[in-house]
C-alpha cells in the first residue's frame, strides 16, 4: 500500500516557476517507478514526467521537455516535479502516481496508486 500526497501547486504568472512535491508513504516506495500527470479542465488525463525507481532514468512529454525536471528522493519518500517557463496551457491539477504494472510508464493505467492532486495555475 502507498498513500501519496501532493504539495506545492498554486498561482503563478507565464514565465514563472513552480515546485511540486509528492510525499510517500509505505515500504515499497524506492522500489517503485513514478509518474506525474496532469488534467486540465474539460481534457482527459496527460502524462506529464516519470522517473525510475532508482531515479537514473526519467521522461517526458514533448509539450514539457526542457522546461520541468523530475527527482526523487528515497531515503525521504518523496519525489518533486520542477517547473520552469510554465505557461497557461499548464494549468491543471497535478497529481502523481505509483507505478505498478507492466505497462508504459506514460500510460495512466500502469498506475494503481495516486494523490489528490494539486491545482497549479498559470496565468498570462
Known amino acids: 500500500q502507498v498513500q501519496l500526497v501532493e504539495s506545492g501547486g498554486g498561482l503563478v504568472q507565464a514565465g514563472g516557476s513552480l515546485r511540486l512535491s509528492c510525499a510517500a508513504s509505505?515500504?515499497?516506495?524506492?522500489?517503485?517507478?513514478m509518474g506525474w500527470f496532469r488534467r486540465a479542465p474539460g481534457k482527459e488525463r496527460e502524462f506529464v514526467s516519470a522517473?525510475?525507481?532508482?531515479?537514473?532514468?526519467?521522461i517526458y512529454s514533448d509539450s514539457v521537455k526542457g522546461r520541468f525536471t523530475v527527482s526523487r528522493d528515497n531515503a525521504e519518500n518523496t519525489i518533486s516535479l520542477q517547473m520552469t517557463s510554465l505557461k497557461p496551457e499548464d494549468t491543471a491539477v497535478y497529481y502523481c502516481?505509483?507505478?505498478?504494472?507492466?505497462?508504459?510508464?506514460?500510460?495512466?493505467?500502469?498506475?494503481?496508486?495516486w494523490g489528490q492532486g494539486t491545482q497549479v495555475t498559470v496565468s498570462s
Open positions: 502516481a505509483a507505478h505498478g504494472a507492466i505497462l508504459k510508464l506514460t500510460n495512466p493505467y500502469g498506475y494503481n496508486y
Open positions: 509505505g515500504r515499497t516506495f524506492s522500489t517503485v517507478a
Open positions: 522517473i525510475s525507481a532508482g531515479g537514473a532514468v526519467t
